[in-house]
């Protein structure tokens, strides 16, 4: 059988697999292929595995629930930060862990599980996941601590970094290549809509029920797409590989103190942590280790946990620069967002939740039609346009959080980075795995999502670090203008009760103390002063905060448009 050669844009394979059970894949026609798009008269063709007769988009409900959660989980705790820091007496740094752990545990283990779903089968990975995924729910709901609840969410992470390769995986093995775009246009608008949706549904739940139930929610959900997993999701055949446990531990370490530095520095004023050991160093160090493991892939070739013959293709690793990209603009605009809207403008969680609707409701419709739309003209520009609207909406929200603003005045952006969301996930994944063969999906779809993941992580931990360090500059600041106002001798003892804000901030106003024997009259006015001071220097440490995830957002626009302009082609 004579076969099309793959383009260069096409991910070079990690061997040839002689298994009997392997199925024959073929190469896609020359021209446009039966069933694509514009092709009349054309069938969709049968999967690429045996499904007792069932279609492949049989297997989606099962792989996108269980998808769904895991997005939703991204950001769903963003909307409780307020009630967290008053619910465990602690700090926003300490509750910024409670998003780190998922994250970090979720990103460092997303390789081996890309290579735990070839060795085993994606099937059973999944499955596995999403037990370990369900019970830490209940666990995360029951922890009595922020300590409890920060484990829990790490183990959480855990379960997610199994589920998450074995969905893009499944797809570019079970669907043949002329429905791959439609099918990641659904994955990608689940991946779009449930980062968008986390807020408003954790609005509802910590308004209507408690903080628990933005994690009891899951139980019922994960028991269902257990249900689906075991009925619906077919037994592939796998690959008997090594596993490179070297690897892993320096992806692991390199990674933790990177983001151990970074989160945790405006609370050690990012100097010395223990003994000689500094922030800096400890940066280093991550970045070090990290360098580390880049060169220990090198060596292990195609028995690398991370291939870097997969970096070969352009848009490959473009795409990853881009993923890196959206996952830290996600991060970057809710966890400010949502305690200035609930902290300064005084909304509840529900309503701060609400100003995401609008947002959520237009990424659904647009993702799928950006998948679609990816497979007829070159994905890249689909993207770019998405990283566009991002930036520009970013930008635009950095500009509207004032002290007074509006709710329209945020709604309106935020509508706007809901069009932008959906434009890029469907495509982007669409793009990353446009060169996968049943031998590099797992490896491939480990690595894309790994590299997205860390982008969410960075975020995480970038922005933590720059919003305390700039509460850190502007509440003083606004605490010296406010001062103006009153008494002069009471002005330097009012700017000195700001001087240690930033990190230590819980969002309260009333947390300003006020020396003994004050008459009432003054008193009122001090109150009147903290107010002014604290909702003027946090708008401006927002503001300037967004301004970086707006600048990281541009990073995924130029790698968009330093993508080859060529129609999406997926290899067999």
Known sequence: ???????????????????????????PPEGPPAGAPGAPGATAGPPLVDLGGRSPWSILPALCLGFFMIMVDTTIVNIAVPTLVDTF???????????????????????????????????????LGLVVFTLSSLWCGLSGSVEMLIVARAVQGVGAALMTPQTMSMITRVFPPR???????????????ATIAGPLLGGVFVESWGWEWIFFVNIPVGVVALVLAL??????????????????????????????????????HWGRVVGPLTIWSII???VLVLAAFVLWQRHLGDRALLPLTLFHSRNFSLANVSGMAVSFGMIGIFFPLTIFLQSILGLSPLEAALINLPGSLVSGVVAPFAGRLSDRIPAKWVVATGFALLAASVAWLSVAITPDASTLSIVAPMTLFGIGTGAVFSPLANL???????RTAGAGAGAFNTFRQVGGV???????????????ATLPAAARDAAAGLPPELRQPFVDGFASAGGSYTGAAQSFDLPAG??????????EAATTALHQGFSVAVGQTLLVTSAVLVIGLVAALAMRGTHVAHAD
């Open 458 to 472: 960075i975020g995480s931990a970038a922005i933590v670090a720059t919003l305390t360090s700039r509460l850190s």
């Open 518 to 527: 004050i008459p009432p009259e003054a008193a009122a006015q001090i109150r």
């Open 1 to 27: 059988m004579t076969t099309t050669p793959p383009s260069s844009e096409s991910l070079p394979t990690t061997g040839t697999r002689t298994d009997p059970a392997t199925p024959t894949l073929a190469a």
């Open 179 to 193: 429905q791959r775009g439609a099918a990641m246009g659904l994955w990608g608008a689940v991946a779009g809509v």
């Open 284 to 286: 280093g160090l991550g």
């Open 432 to 438: 990353a795995t446009s060169g996968l063969d049943h």
């Open 231 to 268: 009925r619906s999701l077919p037994s592939l055949p796998t690959n008997k590989r090594s596993f490179d446990m070297v690897g892993v531990a320096l992806s692991i370490v390199g990674l933790f103190l990177f983001v151990f530095g970074l989160q945790e520095g405006e609370t050690y």
């Open 89 to 127: 007496d602690t700090t926003l740094t300490a509750v910024g862990w409670v998003n780190s752990a998922y994250l970090l545990t979720y990103a460092v283990l997303l390789l081996l599980a890309g290579r735990l779903g070839d060795r085993f089968g994606p099937k059973p990975v999944f499955v």
